[in-house]
């Protein structure tokens, strides 16, 4: 009932109250208080339809004010439908378009009036069709409510298809049955496109790191070419590849891969010079990779080759300390489209492969370098020979004392020299037995080597010590020679005594220098491929981060290059290691360290040294400490002591497996300090023991482990120098244990 018609029957009903009054004035006093009643009554009920008229008019007040807010929220839903950034569609059960906001209209690109009825499945591009059928059934049906995130390609009615993705739920009435089902769309071109960059870049980064690994584990250069090769062609397809040396402004082909070779020609005599190949020549003036879309074989320098077929044809220069020593050669069967990224990517392994050629330099270099010291070593040994040769013809051309001996071995005659060797009168001599001048068992030498000539008429020589008329020793070398009388038979016998005493010291000394330069020889062919070997992954490692920093700075994350920064870190503290064990034993060998002991707590010494290993390398194993006896003090130097015990523990730990325990013992006796090291490592091989203190000795079972053999070397030495000596217990396979004994002075 509506305000307007209340108002009206309230008035009709004062219009008759009027007429009950003018009646019962009429009437008479008899019939006055009823009707009064009545009409008082009625004045009752018209005040309650007055308040319940005012009540309805509040109701409806309210009520159109509800109404507008609806209307306002409708038109707000409408807007927010309308001009919402993603697609918004209702279609009925069977996927037939009933509304559609403007996003949708734009992503589909179709007009509203022509599609209303329509099957949205025209819209879905035809090999996502028939599983769009299937989810639609699936929500007609009720089996499911609603999808999400639905990854489905759109053909729009005009332009290329898109990725997309869609939310749809079902629209039930008051009855739960299905009204229809709405919609949402979302152009995810960007996000696939991301994925499809991340997803690339993963794979390219593996695929250096593969590169990279076998860069820093081989020097063979067409293995680690080979690699860089097949790790390219895992993230940058290609039908043929390419890797060409710059000499002397000559190409040089020096590694490949699927070339047509029809002729089967021997590529590896290809030479050209640059000047007949202007694409290569423009890259070494501009230093910038070159991509040209179609090209023959011919056409880019591989004339004799002689295939027909077209390529795309990358060429991106490698370098050397940023100068251009190659080219790294890519060629795609046409239409290959290599995008920029993919071009910056070739450059990342063409500066891998430059380090390649690098290191292969670097290990010819060191090769010719040990073959020249080779040949040095033995010229300086042929030139030791010659030099003691010309020093026997100095000797032998000196004046010898010489002797005539009866066949008794008298001496008969002597020349003037003789007194200069006996310290005597020439003639004093004659007369004595020639064994006389010899000690009393070296007498019998001289007898047999007299009879010996004697009965085989051939000469002979004999070395041994004599002694002057002043009893001074000296070392003779005698030369026997038969004189053979007139029936040719030996009576007499010539002997040639040459002091031989300074021959002997300088025999002695030029075979321990001759001794000493082999063995300086051989350290020094060790230390050059200990070097070569020990400092060329730290030095790649450093070169390596350096360079992708350079190329790559603006690319990486804070993240990647803190880690590249670390690498470097690395690398320059693993060198800075080396440098100082080497410098260390100089010192040691020049005996620049001196031994100066203090009176020392050798407990709390030995625990602040776990604890300082613990805190560094040792970080994953378990250490202990075990003292034996109740004495805590001892003498010692402590620096000497510190540089033999860390090496012994560094070592526990390099060659101990993670988690294992490293013990340290302390025994502490009056007459000398004894520490022992024991791990649970790998142990020393039987064919190592001899040598374990060798400087630059690695055992058989050391490697991959990190190390240049001087930790022990330097150990040994540190305790000569304190008069202490080292001794180790150790099996394959179960451990190994180290004694150091230091003498104390007992007072």
């Not at 004046?399 to 006996?422: E, H, K, M, P, Y």
């Not at 407990?603 to 400490?625: R, S, V, Y």
Request: hydrophobic letters at 40%; a negative charge; one cysteine or more.
């Amino acid at each position: 009932m509506s305000e307007k018609i209340f108002e009206v029957q309230i008035e009709t009903i004062y219009q008759r109250l009027d007429v009950l009054r003018q009646k019962a004035a009429l009437l008479d006093d008899s019939g006055q208080a009823p009707l009064d009643e009545a009409i008082e009554s009625l004045s009752l009920v018209l005040e309650e339809l007055e308040v319940a008229g005012e009540e309805l008019v509040q109701q409806n007040d309210e009520l159109a004010a509800a109404y507008g807010l609806l209307e306002v929220e409708r038109q707000r839903y409408r807007e927010l439908f309308e001009f919402a950034p993603d697609g918004y569609l209702v279609t009925d059960g069977q996927g037939l378009i009933q509304e559609a906001n403007q996003a949708a209209i734009n992503l589909l690109q179709f007009d509203l009036k022509f599609v209303l009825g329509k099957p949205l499945t025209i819209y879905v591009e035809e090999n996502d069709r028939r599983a769009f059928r299937a989810r639609l059934n699936r929500l007609n049906s009720g089996l499911v409510d609603h999808v999400d995130d639905w990854e489905i390609w759109l053909q729009p009615r005009h332009g290329a298809s898109f990725p997309a993705s869609i939310t749809v739920s079902r629209v039930p009435n008051g009855a739960s049955n299905l009204l229809g089902l709405r919609w949402l769309f979302r152009d995810i071109s960007k996000r696939v496109q991301a994925e499809a960059a991340e997803h690339e870049q993963r794979l390219y980064a593996e695929a250096l790191r593969q590169a990279i690994s076998t860069l820093n584990s081989s020097l063979d250069l067409e293995k680690v070419l080979d690699s860089i090769l097949e790790n390219v062609k895992l993230v940058i397809p290609y039908q043929a590849a390419t890797v060409m040396s710059l000499e002397d402004h000559t190409l040089r082909l020096i590694h490949w891969q699927g070339l047509p070779n029809p002729t089967q020609v021997d590529l590896s005599t290809f030479r050209l010079p640059l000047s007949q190949n202007p694409t290569l020549a423009t890259i070494l003036a501009t230093g910038q990779s070159s991509l040209i879309e179609a090209v023959t074989l011919a056409q880019a320098g591989l004339a004799h080759l002689d295939s027909p077929d077209v390529y795309t044809w990358l060429a991106t220069p490698i370098r050397i300390h940023e100068a251009i020593v190659g080219f790294l050669n890519l060629y795609g069967q046409a239409p290959t489209h290599y995008t920029p990224g993919q071009v910056q990517q070739v450059q990342a392994f063409a500066d891998e492969a430059g380090i390649a050629l690098t290191n292969a330099q670097l290990y010819a270099s060191l090769k010719d370098y040990s073959g020249d010291l080779e040949q040095r070593v033995a010229e300086r040994t042929r030139e030791l020979i010659q030099s003691k040769a010309e020093i026997e013809v100095i000797l032998n051309s000196s004046s010898d004392a010489i002797v005539l001996l009866d066949s008794r071995g008298i001496i008969q005659q002597v020349n003037q020299a003789c007194g200069q060797f006996f310290q005597a009168p020439p003639t004093s001599a004659i007369g004595q037995p020639l064994a006389h001048l010899a000690k009393t068992e070296d007498a019998s030498k001289i007898h047999q080597a007299i009879q010996a000539i004697l009965q085989t008429k051939q000469a002979g020589r004999l070395e041994l010590e004599l002694h002057d008329q002043m009893g001074q020793a000296f070392f003779a070398d005698i030369a026997f020679s038969p004189v053979e009388n007139r029936e040719g038979q030996p009576g007499e016998i010539v002997c040639s005594i040459r002091d031989m005493t300074q021959r002997k010291l300088l025999e002695s000394s030029l075979r321990q220098m001759l001794e000493r330069e082999l063995e300086l020889s051989r350290l020094k062919t060790i230390f050059i491929q200990t070097v070569s070997h020990e400092f060329r992954t730290p030095l790649s490692l450093i070169l390596l981060s350096s360079e992708s920093l350079r190329v790559y700075w603006d690319k990486l994350s804070s993240e990647q290059q803190t880690k590249k920064f670390a690498m470097i870190e690395k690398g320059v503290r693993r060198l800075t290691e080396m440098m100082e064990h080497i410098v260390l034993l100089s010192e040691a060998e020049s005996v620049s360290l001196l031994f100066n002991p203090i009176h020392l707590n050798l407990e709390t010494f030995c625990k602040n040294l776990l604890a300082d290993m613990e805190a560094g390398i040792g970080d994953q194993h378990e250490f202990l400490f075990e003292r034996v006896g109740d004495a805590t003090y001892g003498n010692a130097d402590d620096k000497l002591l510190s540089q033999v015990l860390s090496n012994l523990l560094s070592n526990a730990v390099k060659y101990s497996p993670t988690g294992s325990l490293i013990l340290l013992t302390l025994n502490i006796r009056p007459e000398a300090l004894q520490f022992q090291v024991r791990d649970e490592g790998i142990g020393i091989t039987p064919t190592d023991r001899h040598h374990i203190f060798d400087a630059f000795y690695r055992g058989e079972n050391f490697d991959p482990i990190e190390g240049i053999g001087l930790g022990l070397t330097m150990a040994k030495q540190a305790l000569e120098l304190q008069g202490g000596t080292i001794t180790f217990e150790s099996e394959p396979g179960q451990g190994s244990t180290f004694t150091i004994s230091i003498p104390q002075k007992i007072s």
